[in-house]
C-alpha cells in the first residue's frame, strides 16, 4: 500500500507539473495572434527600412553619377579613395571622409582576456577568454569581427548615420602608452584606449575639434570594462531634437562545447528590466520579442558556461531582440540581434556610459557586480526551494572544495554524501514506515478478501483506515519523502548541466562532466532515433542502478503486481526513458544520481539491521487494542456511508 502511495504522489507531481505547463502556455489561437502580429509589425518595419534604403540609395547615385561627369568633363585625374569618398558623400555628410580606411585594430590584454578593438566601428572585433578553451583545445574566441555588429545610429543632417560602417582613429588618454598598438595591463591596475570618428574639415582633411569617442578602460584582473560614448563638439552635426541614439548588436554564437546540440539549447538573449525581473528568449526555439515603452537594465548573448553582456549605467529603452538558430555547421549555434535605445541628450560635451562583461557564467563572479547577472545561470529560479538547495548547498560545497583542488568527482561524492546524511531521518522513518506495512500485510490482505464485491469499496477504504489508525500508520508516510526529495533531484537536474566548475574536468572514464561520457561512438554515422550516436556509461550505469532500486523498492513494500501491474510496469519503464534523455546530458549528473542509488542501497541494509521487524509487530499488535478516536478523515468516510445506507460501525 505504501508503494501504491508513493507512485500515487510520483504521478500527482508530473500531473502537477503538466498542468501548470498546460495552464501558462498561450493558446493555439493566442500563438498565432501573437506570430500574426510579430510578422505584421516586422514586414511593416522591414517595408519602410527598405523603402528609404532604396530612396537613398538611388539618390546617392544620381548624385555620385552627376558628380562623376563633371570631374570627367573638367579633366581631372583622382584616385579610388576620392572616388569612393565622392560616392560617399550624400549617404554619410560630415562623416564622408570617415568611409574610407585600414583595417587596423589594437591589443588590450589583461589577466583574464585579450581584446582586439578595431578601426573600423571602433568597436571591440575580438575576445579571447585566456583561462578556457574550446572542446576541442583551441583558444576560446567568445567574439570575432567576422560575423560582429556593434554600432550606434543616429540622425545628421537628414542622413541616418551607423558608427559601425566608419573608420575611426585611435587615441590614448595616457600619455605612457601613446603609439601602442599593444597594452598590457594586470592586477589592480588600468588602462585607458579612445577610439575617435571625426567630422571631415574638407574632402581630405578631419576637423579635430569634432568627433565621435569610444573610450575604453580596463582592469588587470577583471572581465568587467567601462564603456564611454563621447559626443564632443557635435551640436550642428547631430540631430538637435535627437533624444536616443540606437545600438544595433547582431552576433553569430561560437560553439565552444562538445555536446552542440545541449549548447544550442542553453544559448539565448537575457535581459532585466530596469525595476523588474530578468527574463529571457526561448532557448528551444527561434523567438523574437519587442518591448514597447519599456526599459532594461542590461541584456546578454547568454551560452551555455560564458556570456557577453552590456549593461547601461541609466537605462535602455524600447529593445528589439531575435533569435535565429543556424542550420548544419560545426562553428556556430545561433544569431542573436538586439537592438535598443540609449538616451542621449545633444549638446557641446555629451557622454553616455555602461559597462561590458565578457566572461565565464561564474555564479559569485556574477553576483559580486549586484546586477542580478547571476540568474543567467539556471539554478530554479522559478521556484524559491530550487534555487535555495543550489545557492545556500550545491555552489558552496563546490566552491570549498574546489578550492582546496579536490577533483570533481569526488567533489560530487562528498556533495552526495552531505546529502543523504542531511536526509537520512527522512530515509530512516521511509523504512520504518515501509517495515509496518509490511507487518500489516496480511491484514490488509484478509480486508480484501472480505470485501471483494465493487459496492464494498468504501467500506474496504473504512476498515483500511481503521487498521492504519489502530496500528499507528501513516499511509502517506512514503510520499512525503519522495515530495521532499523531488527539489533536489530537479535542483541538480537544473545546475549540473550550466556549472561551469564541472566544464573540461575528468573523472574516470569521462573527460568532461559537464558533457556525456562517451565509451563508444556508432560507426558509420549511425544514429538512434531519441538516444544518440554515442552511449554514454554513467546514463547507463545510473539507469541500471535505477532498476535495481525498482526492483527493491517493490519487494521493501510488498509485491503489488496483481494490484496494479500496469502502475508496476511504468515504474521500471521510467529509468529507460531516462536512459534516452541522460545519453546526450551532463555526466556528472548521470554520476550523481548512480551515486544516490549506490547510497540509497547502503542506507537500506544499515537501516534494515537497526530494525527488528518482529518488535515492531509487537508494538503494532498493541496499538491495535488501544481505543483509538476517529480522525476527522474517518468521520467523513463514515458520513458519506451514512448518506448512501451502508451500516456503520461503532
Known amino acids: 500500500m505504501n508503494n501504491k502511495n508513493t507512485i500515487i504522489g ?27 502580429t510579430s510578422d505584421s509589425l516586422y514586414l511593416l518595419s522591414q517595408s519602410r527600412r527598405d523603402s ?38 550624400d549617404e554619410l555628410g560630415p562623416f564622408a571622409n570617415a568611409s574610407v580606411g585600414k583595417d587596423t585594430s589594437y591589443t588590450i590584454e589583461n589577466d583574464v582576456f585579450r581584446l582586439k578593438i578595431a578601426a573600423r566601428g571602433g568597436k571591440i572585433a575580438n575576445v579571447i577568454l585566456k ?36 573608420y575611426f582613429q585611435p587615441f590614448w588618454p595616457d600619455a605612457a602608452n601613446e603609439g601602442q598598438s599593444l597594452l598590457k595591463v594586470t592586477g589592480m591596475d588600468s588602462v585607458r584606449l579612445g577610439m575617435r570618428l571625426f567630422v571631415a574639415a574638407t574632402d581630405s582633411t578631419f576637423d579635430k575639434n569634432k568627433y565621435i569617442e569610444f573610450l575604453y578602460t580596463i582592469r588587470g584582473n577583471e572581465y568587467m570594462l567601462r564603456y564611454q560614448v563621447r559626443f564632443v563638439g557635435m551640436t550642428d552635426v547631430v540631430d538637435p531634437s535627437t ?61 551555455q558556461f560564458f556570456t557577453a553582456t552590456i549593461i547601461a549605467d541609466n537605462f535602455f529603452s524600447e529593445p528589439r531582440f531575435r533569435t535565429q538558430t543556424l542550420p548544419g555547421g560545426n562553428h556556430y549555434l545561433k544569431t542573436m540581434y538586439a537592438e535598443v535605445g540609449v538616451p542621449f541628450t545633444p549638446k557641446d560635451a555629451s557622454a553616455v556610459s555602461m559597462s561590458l562583461y565578457f566572461g565565464p557564467n561564474k ?48 567533489i560530487i561524492l562528498i556533495l552526495t554524501i552531505l546529502l ?34 465493487k459496492e464494498d469499496a468504501l467500506k474496504k477504504q473504512q476498515a483500511t483506515m481503521e487498521l492504519y489508525k489502530k496500528a499507528g500508520v501513516n499511509p502517506m508516510a512514503g510520499c512525503i519523502p519522495l515530495l521532499l526529495q523531488m527539489p533536489i533531484l530537479i535542483a541538480m537536474f537544473r545546475f549540473f548541466p550550466s556549472s561551469i566548475e564541472l566544464r573540461q574536468q575528468g573523472f574516470l572514464w569521462a573527460t568532461d562532466l559537464s558533457s556525456y561520457d562517451s565509451i563508444w561512438t556508432f560507426p558509420g554515422g549511425f544514429t538512434i532515433p531519441y538516444y544518440g550516436d554515442h552511449v554514454s556509461l554513467f546514463a547507463l550505469l545510473m539507469t541500471i542502478s535505477s532498476i535495481f532500486y525498482t526492483k527493491l523498492n517493490d ?43 549506490l547510497l540509497t542501497f547502503a542506507q537500506i541494509y544499515i537501516i534494515r539491521a537497526t530494525i527488528d521487524e518482529k ?26 456511508a451514512k448518506k448512501r445506507g451502508y451500516p456503520v460501525k461503532k
Not at 583561462?131 to 560582429?148: A, E, F, G, I, Q
Not at 530554479?380 to 560545497?397: H, K, Q
Not at 521511509?430 to 480484501?448: C, F, G, N, Q
Open 10 to 36: 510520483l504521478v500527482l507531481i508530473f500531473a502537477i507539473f503538466l498542468v501548470y505547463s498546460y495552464l501558462m502556455s498561450p493558446s493555439q489561437d493566442q500563438m498565432m495572434m501573437q506570430k500574426r
Open 52 to 89: 528609404t534604403i532604396k530612396a537613398q540609395a538611388r539618390s546617392r547615385a544620381i548624385e555620385a553619377s552627376l558628380e562623376k561627369q563633371k570631374i570627367i568633363a573638367s579633366g581631372k585625374k583622382v584616385d579610388s579613395v576620392t572616388m569612393l569618398r565622392l560616392a560617399s558623400k
Open 131 to 166: 583561462d578556457y578553451l574550446t572542446w576541442d583545445k583551441r583558444p576560446l574566441v567568445l567574439m570575432d569581427n567576422d560575423s560582429l555588429q556593434f554600432g550606434f545610429s543616429f540622425f545628421s543632417n537628414n542622413r541616418i548615420i551607423n558608427t559601425n560602417r566608419l
Open 243 to 303: 533624444k536616443y541614439l540606437v545600438l544595433n548588436w547582431n552576433d553569430n554564437l561560437k560553439r565552444q562545447e562538445k555536446s552542440r546540440n545541449m549548447e544550442r539549447m542553453t544559448s539565448t538573449i537575457y535581459y532585466k528590466y530596469a525595476a523588474d525581473k530578468v527574463d529571457y528568449l526561448s532557448e528551444t526555439k527561434d523567438e523574437e520579442k519587442y518591448l514597447k515603452n519599456e526599459k532594461i537594465k542590461w541584456l546578454s548573448f547568454k551560452q
Open 363 to 410: 555564479y559569485y563572479s556574477l553576483k559580486k557586480y549586484k546586477a542580478n547577472l547571476e540568474e543567467q545561470i539556471p539554478l530554479g529560479w522559478g521556484f524559491f526551494l530550487l534555487a535555495w538547495i543550489n545557492i545556500y548547498a550545491v555552489i558552496p560545497v563546490f566552491t570549498f572544495f574546489g578550492n582546496l583542488g579536490l577533483n570533481y568527482g569526488i
Open 420 to 453: 543523504k546524511i542531511l536526509l537520512f531521518p527522512i530515509a530512516f522513518k521511509t523504512y520504518k514506515s515501509s517495515a509496518k506495512m509490511r507487518v500489516l500485510k496480511p491484514d490488509i490482505d484478509e480486508l480484501t478478501k472480505k470485501f471483494t464485491k
Open 555 to 597: 519487494q521493501m513494500m510488498g509485491s503489488t503486481q496483481q494490484q496494479m501491474p500496469g502502475m508496476k510496469t511504468m515504474m521500471y519503464l521510467m529509468p529507460v526513458m531516462f536512459l534516452f534523455w541522460f545519453n546526450d546530458y551532463s555526466s556528472g549528473l548521470s554520476y550523481y544520481y548512480l551515486l544516490a542509488n
Open 615 to 640: 518488535k515492531l509487530h509487537a508494538q503494532i499488535e498493541a496499538n491495535k487494542k488501544k481505543t483509538v478516536k476517529k480522525s476527522s478523515f474517518q468521520k467523513r468516510l463514515e458520513d458519506m
